[in-house]
């Protein structure tokens, strides 16, 4: 039996009423510079914000630049970020990243997809956090809130992978939504429609009482 999913029209009007409720337009992560931004996303995976935020202040202390982390050895770095998730293999993408940035992009972040990703330990969603958050691009990045609530709302397919998440989501709306739309639907999961039972109900009303009010303007 094929799933009931949402018309680009109706997507819309949740991602409105989501973006209406969590209108912040950028990361939870603290960064000054595309370089801090591209290593505290590398560090976010499979680790909360909160986590890489205690992390991250000493880390770019010891570390400010490329030049200066490529120079260090990984385990230096690991010491750094060990209270994260993964702290050794990630510590050995950060210096093999800022070597390449050296090497390949004289000490530059790049700003598109195929650069970024050609990064050591950098995937497509990474690049596109760095892309939309950090370049202000438009790029649909997603994680696991994004998965989470876009099946729970049936806008994607439920067998969806994160590629396929993304080609229908940006298929579904405008482009100039596209990176207001991760960063609300991020917050909306992350602190609404949690990953926990809860009742979803709540979730619906929330965003259904947005919506009638966004109506009657």
């Given at each position: 039996?094929?799933?009931?999913?949402?018309?680009?029209?109706?997507?819309?009007?949740?991602?409105?009423?989501?973006?209406?409720?969590?209108?912040?337009?950028?990361?939870?992560?603290?960064?000054?510079?595309?370089?801090?931004?591209?290593?505290?996303?590398?560090?976010?995976?499979?680790?909360?914000d909160k986590a890489v935020n205690k992390v991250t202040p000493a880390?770019?202390?010891?570390?400010?630049?490329?030049?200066?982390?490529?120079?260090?050895?990984?385990?230096?770095?690991?010491?750094?970020?060990?209270?994260?998730?993964?702290?050794?293999?990630?510590?050995?993408?950060?210096?093999?990243?800022?070597?390449?940035?050296?090497?390949?992009?004289?000490?530059?972040?790049?700003?598109?997809?195929?650069?970024?990703?050609?990064?050591?330990?950098?995937?497509?969603?990474?690049?596109?956090?760095?892309?939309?958050?950090?370049?202000?691009?438009?790029?649909?990045?997603?994680?696991?809130?994004?998965?989470?609530?876009?099946?729970?709302?049936?806008?994607?397919?439920?067998?969806?992978?994160?590629?396929?998440?993304?080609?229908?989501?940006?298929?579904?709306?405008?482009?100039?939504?596209?990176?207001?739309?991760?960063?609300?639907?991020?917050?909306?999961?992350?602190?609404?429609?949690?990953?926990?039972?809860?009742?979803?109900?709540?979730?619906?009303?929330?965003?259904?009482?947005?919506?009638?009010?966004?109506?009657?303007?």
């Amino acid at each position: 039996m094929a799933e009931d999913l949402l018309s680009a029209e109706e997507c819309q009007a949740y991602v409105e009423a989501m973006i209406a409720l969590y209108p912040q337009s950028d990361s939870d992560l603290d960064y000054h510079n595309h370089f801090e931004l591209l290593c505290a996303v590398m560090l976010s995976a499979q680790t909360t914000d909160k986590a890489v935020n205690k992390v991250t202040p000493a880390l770019f202390k010891a570390y400010p630049t490329p030049e200066d982390m490529q120079k260090a050895s990984p385990e230096a770095i690991a010491d750094k970020i060990k209270t994260i998730g993964l702290y050794r293999n990630k510590a050995k993408f950060l210096q093999a990243t800022a070597e390449s940035l050296v090497n390949d992009f004289s000490g530059q972040v790049p700003d598109n997809l195929t650069d970024l990703t050609s990064l050591p330990g950098v995937g497509r969603k990474t690049a596109n956090v760095v892309l939309g958050v950090g370049f202000s691009q438009a790029s649909f990045p997603v994680d696991t809130h994004i998965a989470r609530v876009t099946k729970r709302f049936n806008m994607v397919p439920e067998s969806a992978n994160p590629n396929k998440i993304e080609k229908i989501m940006t298929e579904k709306l405008p482009e100039n939504m596209w990176r207001q739309a991760h960063l609300s639907i991020l917050h909306f999961g992350r602190y609404q429609c949690v990953a926990r039972k809860h009742d979803h109900q709540e979730c619906l009303d929330r965003l259904h009482a947005v919506m009638a009010k966004q109506q009657e303007n």
